[in-house]
């Protein structure tokens, strides 16, 4: 398995978005289906952008000061996308507004994650070594088995406070 950030984040980004498909297919199936997929899209999420938040975004920010205002804009980002999330979790698959939340989230993080795979990916790829990257992908997956897992968790509730505070 590859350690390199970008890999890495990539592959995170190719799961979320068979989740997307996933939920997108059962938005007219029994609500417990949409229910499981958000949760198991919320825990990606959570876990994705909390490993980005503490290492990739801090790290690329130390060493590629010129790419300070994407980072700025993928905290903005990651923001929006953490009250959604923190929304969803407390609602119910039967509400008439979890299919409508969920598309908004969806669209939300298929623009940012396209954003970082053809814009912010190919300049940070440029810009650092792939030692760098490695060891910044290995930093992440020391931190992934103890991110947190659902957004209203103490960890992830202080990952959307920074973004703010950034």
Known sequence: MSTDAIV???EDHKEMRRL???FQDAQDGPPKRR???VNQILEAL???TYLENEVMYPEVRRLLPDLE???LESYEEHHVADVLCAELATMDAD???F???TTVLIENVTHHVEEEEQEWFPKVREALGRKQLQEIGERMLALRPDAPRTPTAPKALKKALDAVTA
Request: aromatic fraction near 4%.
């Open 8 to 10: 890495l984040l990539k």
């Open 20 to 22: 997307f498909r996933e």
């Open 35 to 37: 229910q499981n997929l």
């Open 46 to 48: 959570t876990v994705h």
């Open 69 to 71: 205002d994407d980072i």
């Open 95 to 97: 509400d008439e507004r």
């Open 99 to 101: 299919v409508a939340k």
